[in-house]
């Protein structure tokens, strides 16, 4: 309804429909006058020649004989009247089926198909848009985006110059206007200037552009561009955009992080502050058997946030067992987690490569994480051409398990798999889970659709692009700052909400309605990793939760207003 109304409102107010309606109105009065004439010419020459026929007979014969349908059951008897007969019929022939289609389509129907492509595709936005988003690609990373801005309520537009493409993504729902990239004019018509954002997701050429158009319109407003390669950095920069991301680099540390075999230490996955969220096997540890509550690991400083098995998140409770298997999420202070790693430092020790698989712009940047980490590595890589590191690298494809053991699968703590293509990814992630079925296996994934496959598959974790990508864009945007930890589960801080101040988190009801896990909490002294549960929230102070993507956006449905 909105829509044929929006198309309407395009109609009526373009000085060209008015013209297109007026002559379509004067046509239809031509039309009204001639079949007017002929109805009382028809009443004239029955009468002369002696029939008598009622008004509607008159009214039904014109348009009979006008539309050629001629049934022959009303006759003129005379040639006047058979003349007469002609006429009609030739002048019927011409306005009611030539003319009347042609101006329908001219006047009418066309320029109301037109309209409706105009109301799905503009060129340009209400003039008092303010706070939104701009955007220029729909890509797995920029789908996600959008997600996440629809959770918080952000609007959004995506430009793009090809009204064919623009129509297709307003059919799926996205908020398009159509433009072209390089003109100024149509970072005007997406009110640039009143945006919370530019972000820019095409190629690195096409980036750069981008950001420099936006700078001739104003010099403001943020500029977030994606860069593919270190090179385009500094280009991009001085193009004008203010944030730079390197996604592949983002993604390489993202599935660098996960790695928790090889040892029973913490691995910092995400950081508020001081306080660290972290991740660590109990393979081998004296953990194993006993529930969380047996443990005291709070006797430590750190607490258990919840226990990673085979990729399914379980949030902690004080009678969950620790099995073999399981990865431990644990947050505390960098001091809690140290003696943390002085306690367990004796178990589990691996010293074995871990090995990543394909050495592409993400494998590459996994073995850069690795190295900082100082965790040894070995590459499988079936391009020579793209080997960087021979020394490191074993040529040959990761499907072959010859290959596999080569590079040390029987030994190896983790398999990182990071090709581009998530069907091989899963295939690999099947065979190493098959010849090893007790490895840490991580993936990348490129689609957020194809990561339960991959955890039906065997991997313990996945790393999706769409999402690793889409935070850290999210995050530029301080609302609040949003770390993915992996798999969809998220740390992130907000204001204590009204309905929550005064009571005490053990009283708060917030995990029980939203699946929310509160990991720290800021007031004025600065924040507290792992508040104890009597701690009272008071109004202003703030909350680091963590939680998955269910979770979190439980708790903006029911506290976004009050945050
Ligand atoms: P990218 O396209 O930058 O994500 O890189 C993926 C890398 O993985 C490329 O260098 C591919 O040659 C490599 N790759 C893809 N499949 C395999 C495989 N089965 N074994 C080893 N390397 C692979």
């Not at 690609?137 to 952000?154: C, F, M, N, S, Y």
């Not at 945006?195 to 001739?216: H, I, K, L, W």
């Not at 319109?217 to 991301?245: F, K, M, N, Q, W």
């Not at 599935?255 to 230490?265: F, M, P, S, V």
Request: hydrophobic share 45%; net charge negative; proline share 4%.
């Amino acid at each position: 309804m909105k829509s044929i109304a929006t198309q309407l409102l395009i109609l009526t107010s373009q000085r060209r429909t008015q013209r297109n309606l007026k002559v379509l109105g004067w046509f239809m009065l031509i039309l009204f006058a001639l079949m007017s004439i002929h109805f009382v010419l028809f009443h004239v020459i029955m009468e002369y020649e002696g029939q008598e026929h009622s008004l509607m007979t008159g009214l039904y014969w014109v348009i009979m004989t006008m539309s050629t349908t001629g049934f022959g059951e009303i006759r003129f008897s005379s040639d006047l009247g058979r003349i007469f007969t002609i006429f009609v019929i030739i002048s019927g022939t011409i306005f009611l089926l030539a003319l009347l289609p042609f101006m329908f389509i001219q006047f009418f129907y066309a320029p109301w198909m037109e309209a409706q492509t105009a109301a799905r595709t503009p060129r340009s936005l209400p003039e008092d848009t303010t706070d939104h988003i701009v955007l220029t690609r729909l890509d797995p990373v920029t789908e996600a985006l959008i997600a996440k801005l629809k959770q918080v309520g952000q609007s959004y537009v995506m430009i793009v110059p090809d009204v064919e493409q623009a129509r297709k993504l307003h059919d799926m729902d996205v908020r398009v206007m159509v433009g072209e990239l390089d003109d100024p004019a149509t970072f005007e018509a997406a009110r640039v200037r009143k945006s919370a954002m530019v972000v820019t997701t095409r190629s690195d050429a096409q980036d750069t552009t981008v950001a420099f158009t936006v700078r001739a319109v104003c010099e403001r407003v943020p500029v977030v561009a994606t860069a593919d390669l270190g090179a385009s950095v500094p280009i991009l920069e001085l193009a004008g955009a203010t944030s730079v991301v390197r996604l592949d680099q983002v993604m390489g540390q993202a599935l660098a992080r996960c790695i928790a075999g090889g040892d029973a230490l913490t691995h910092v996955v995400a950081r508020f502050d001081n306080l660290l969220i972290a991740e660590a096997s109990a393979a081998r540890t004296p953990l194993i058997g006993k529930s969380l509550r047996e443990n005291q690991l709070r006797e430590l400083g750190v607490s258990v946030v919840g226990l990673w098995d085979r990729g399914a998140f379980r949030p902690a409770r004080p009678d969950t067992v620790v099995d073999e298997r399981s990865v431990m999420l644990l947050a505390g202070s960098a001091s809690q987690l140290e003696r943390y790693d002085e306690h367990f430092a004796i178990y589990n020790v691996s010293g074995e490569p871990v090995i990543v698989i394909g050495n592409g712009r993400i494998g590459q940047a996994t073995a850069k994480a690795l190295q900082l980490r100082g965790i040894d590595f070995r590459i499988i890589e079936k391009s020579e051409r793209r080997v960087t590191m021979p020394e490191k690298t074993i040529v040959g494809d990761a499907a072959e398990p010859r290959i596999l053991e080569e590079a040390g699968l029987s030994k190896a703590p983790t398999v990182v798999i990071t090709t581009n293509a998530d069907d091989t990814n899963l295939y690999l992630t099947l065979l190493c889970r098959k010849l090893r079925p007790d490895i840490e296996v991580i993936a990348r994934c490129t689609l957020d659709k194809h990561v339960p496959a991959l955890h039906r598959a065997g991997a313990d974790f996945v790393q999706s692009f769409a999402t690793i990508g889409a935070s850290s864009i999210y995050n530029l945007l301080q609302h609040g700052r949003l770390v993915t930890v992996a798999q969809g589960l998220e740390v992130f801080d907000t204001k204590v909400p009204s309905s929550l101040a005064g009571k005490r988190i053990i009283d708060s009801g917030l995990r029980e309605a939203t699946g929310c896990t509160i990991v720290g909490y800021r007031d004025q002294g600065g924040l507290t990793a792992n508040p104890p549960a009597t701690t009272v929230l008071e109004p202003g102070h703030e909350l680091v939760l963590i939680g998955d993507l269910e979770a979190r956006e439980a708790f903006l449905a029911k506290y976004a207003e009050q945050a």
